[in-house]
């Protein structure tokens, strides 16, 4: 019996293409809804860059709002208290 089965999923070529997900469907997504500027941002952290006027580091702030960049730089051996 699994011998005629192999034989008959080899000779389709969509059993061999096509798979179920495994996945559970994913939600709605729902974009962050800003309010006034400076309400929501977000921070990137660049590191290890060439040193450039003793600063090797890059920090990125996007306001979503008005979607200005604000790029500052400084060390990679900053504490958290002095990024804040």
Do not use: C, G, W
Not at 45 to 61: C, M, T, V
């Amino acid at each position: 019996m699994s011998q005629v089965i192999e034989r008959y999923i080899n000779e389709y070529t969509i059993y061999q293409t096509s798979k179920p997900s495994n996945e559970s469907p994913l939600d709605f997504l729902y974009p962050i809804l800003a309010e006034d500027p400076f309400h929501t941002l977000a921070l990137d952290f660049i590191i290890d860059l060439p040193l450039s006027h003793r600063k090797n580091a890059l920090l990125i702030i996007i306001d979503k709002f008005t979607k200005a960049i604000h790029l500052i730089s400084y060390t990679k051996n900053i504490t958290t208290e002095e990024t804040t």
